[in-house]
């Protein structure tokens, strides 16, 4: 089942503009990580941020973390037309048995940056 | 270095059909998941092996099996396949079980 969800579903900028895209998720987490997928292809990672962290920076993206409330976001500033793609929330839960490691994808926000 | 690779990149099979899906993680990691990835959808998770054991599984029927070999690289199998195989199939590879997972490009599989 779908644990992370992401809204907007869809988001359509100028070149330039800031990009918000946020998540949530329902369990406690060991990590939640955002990916990024170019039409159909692998998925290339972002940033990896832990439970016990609360804003991480990487060029021109800033992730934010609130595991009080579930939710994370992405922010993509100064976007650009090669930033158009998917963008995926993925959360790694704790569970009963130990840490398994898996991760539980959202069905994504589509982005796309006009040039 | 290289990244996760996976084989074939295509692969179109018919109804009951059997398929064998190849993964090569990173050097290195010992951690191998595999993830379906439906058009329109986030990945979904279906194992995950480290050093070469099943530490996790998830919602998918026991027609799919996977294992990994003692190089670390994995194969996913899929017996009496059916139209809603259809899908690109996923292989993440990471050092350890809750560190950043790399994605390999995926093997995109057509069942008619």
């Known amino acids: 089942s779908q644990q992370g969800e992401e809204d907007p579903q869809a988001l359509s900028i100028q070149e330039g503009e800031n990009a918000t895209m946020n998540c949530s998720y329902k369990?406690?987490?060991?990590?939640l990580q955002w990916y990024r997928q170019n039409s159909g292809r692998g998925l290339v990672h972002l940033i990896l941020?832990?439970?016990?962290?609360r804003e991480k920076h990487s060029g021109r993206l800033r992730v934010t973390l609130d595991t009080s409330k579930k939710s994370s976001s992405l922010l993509i500033t100064a976007s650009r037309a090669a930033d158009t793609a998917s963008y995926f929330c993925?959360?790694?839960?704790?569970?009963?048995?130990?840490?398994?490691?898996?991760?539980?994808f959202g069905q994504g926000t589509t982005l796309q940056v006009k040039p | 270095d290289a990244g996760v690779t996976q084989s074939p990149t295509h692969l179109i099979k018919t109804r009951g059909q059997h398929v064998t899906l190849r993964c090569s993680p990173i050097?290195?990691?010992?951690?191998v998941s595999w993830y379906q990835q439906v058009l329109g959808q986030g990945p979904q998770f279906i194992f995950q092996y480290y050093e070469k054991e099943e530490r996790g599984r998830g919602n998918f029927p026991d027609r799919f099996s996977a294992r990994q070999f003692p190089n670390y690289s994995s194969e996913l199998n899929v017996n009496a396949l059916l139209l809603g195989d259809s899908a690109l199939y996923l292989c993440?590879?990471?050092?350890?079980?809750?560190?950043?997972?790399?994605f390999g490009p995926g093997t995109r599989l057509l069942v008619l």
């Open positions: 993440a590879s990471s050092f350890a079980q809750q560190e950043t997972q790399y």
């Open positions: 050097s290195g990691h010992k951690s």
């Open positions: 993925a959360t790694d839960p704790t569970s009963n048995s130990g840490n398994t490691g898996k991760l539980i």
């Open positions: 941020i832990r439970s016990n962290e």
């Open positions: 369990t406690s987490i060991n990590n």
